[in-house]
């Protein structure tokens, strides 16, 4: 780049060295800073970028890699055959319920996806489909909404996402929940990459009939 800039020296200057030699110093630094400008885009793309890359995009949008998950088979509950009488513990007044992990990056991809998609939402529910399609398309996993028509949503979930996560999905980070509606229920398909059943449809990625969909279970 530097050598852009001293061809442009005119005759006047040309056969003077320090001259010339101050042109080309100053139209390298140009030239770096340039360089380092233009490989900001590629190393904080969301689809791209790793470790601490994340991290920064993450205070750009406004989420944390650290989440607050649930504290699983710990406390006594009940009809839970491995949490019931001599195998629980009981929960004191001041033990959390919940802990802190730390995502990792597919996972941390996905929630920034999910934030990035809900700080520009419209609002409906088709974007709200898009959004959690566009967020977990490297997991092979589908994730819609039905809306129940009383401010109520039913998420559906296919494929085999990680218990990590399942508990994204239920805290409403992916695909986001709407503001004061209520979901009423997580469902996931009980084949892993089959669709749901259903009776009276045609058949699509997402339900289908006897001897092709699959039975939905809560989680």
């Known amino acids: 780049m530097a050598t852009d800039y001293t061809k442009l020296i005119t005759s006047q200057h040309r056969n003077k060295p320090r001259f010339a030699a101050m042109v080309n110093l100053l139209a ?8 380092s400008m233009l490989g900001l885009v590629p190393a904080f793309d969301v689809d791209t970028a790793v470790g ?4 920064v995009i993450g205070l750009w949008v406004g989420i944390s890699r650290r989440q607050t998950i649930p504290i699983p088979n710990v ?19 001041f033990e959390p319920s919940q802990g802190v992990t730390v995502l990792d990056d597919e996972t941390y991809r996905a929630v920034l996806k999910a934030k990035i998609g809900s700080n ?3 609002g409906s529910n088709q974007d709200l489909t898009e959004i959690g399609e566009k967020a977990l398309s490297e ?3 589908q994730c819609f909404t039905i809306d129940n028509m009383d401010m109520s949503i039913t998420i559906y979930i296919l494929g085999a996402p990680t218990a990590v996560l399942i508990q994204m999905i239920k805290r409403g980070v992916v695909p986001p929940k709407p503001a004061g509606v209520r979901v009423t229920g997580y469902i996931l398909a009980s084949t892993p990459g ?6 009276s449809v045609s058949t699509t990625t997402e339900v289908a009939g006897l001897d092709f969909g699959s039975f939905g279970e809560p989680v």
């Open 139 to 141: 997991f092979d996993i």
């Open 120 to 122: 520009y939402w419209n």
């Open 75 to 93: 406390f006594f509950t009940w009809d839970d055959a491995g949490l019931g009488w001599n195998y629980a513990s009981w929960k004191g007044p």
């Open 52 to 55: 601490v890359q994340l991290d």
């Open 194 to 199: 089959a669709p749901f059943f259903a009776l």
């Open 28 to 35: 390298g630094s140009f030239g770096a800073v340039a360089d």
